[in-house]
């Protein structure tokens, strides 16, 4: 059996520190999603059905399974969503001009590129699409993409 060493800790506490440092400043782009090429407009209706009963702390039905129900109901979508690469600079320019053309009431949403150098360089909040939840729920396969609030379900723009 070999004992290691503190110098081989201490590299691979290095090391481990690097690769974690890495993962927060710039994130695994999202498998799949390639640069837009041509616009495509769709859909989205967020509506969900129950799959049990919701109760209250006394066991009092307050929802029963089978209830269809649509968040937008409830609560509007309060700013567009942008989606975009920001390792690819047209991307880049282009999400610029749309936040222009709606002042400001759009959220950027990184879907590859470093968020924290992006939020340094605009000085504004950035997001960035976690394991690509939201680009795979809504459909999303190319970027720049635009979701916006229609009624009661959300319009999806892919643009160039």
């Known amino acids: 059996m070999r004992v290691r060493g503190a110098d081989e800790q201490s590299v691979d506490g290095a090391q481990a520190q690097t690769r974690g440092t890495d993962a927060v400043t710039r994130p695994q782009p999202i498998a799949g999603l390639r640069p837009t090429e041509t616009a495509r407009t769709f859909y989205f ?10 109760v209250d702390a006394r066991g009092r039905l307050l929802f029963a ?3 269809r129900k649509n968040p937008l109901e409830i609560v509007s979508l309060s700013k567009h969503l942008l989606f975009f690469d920001a ?5 880049v320019t282009r999400a610029r001009e749309l936040m222009a053309r709606y002042d400001g009431k759009v959220k950027p949403i990184l879907t590859g590129g470093s968020y ?3 939020m340094k360089a605009w000085r504004i909040p950035i997001y960035y699409d976690q394991q690509g939840t939201l680009t795979e729920k809504l459909g999303i396969r190319h970027v720049p993409a635009l979701v916006s609030q229609e009624g009661k379900r959300l319009r999806i723009d892919e643009i160039l």
Do not use: E, M, V
């Open 87 to 91: 390792r690819d600079r047209r991307q």
């Open 65 to 67: 399974a089978g209830t």
């Open 45 to 54: 209706d967020p509506s969900f059905t129950l799959d049990r009963n919701i």
């Open 116 to 118: 924290l150098d992006l």
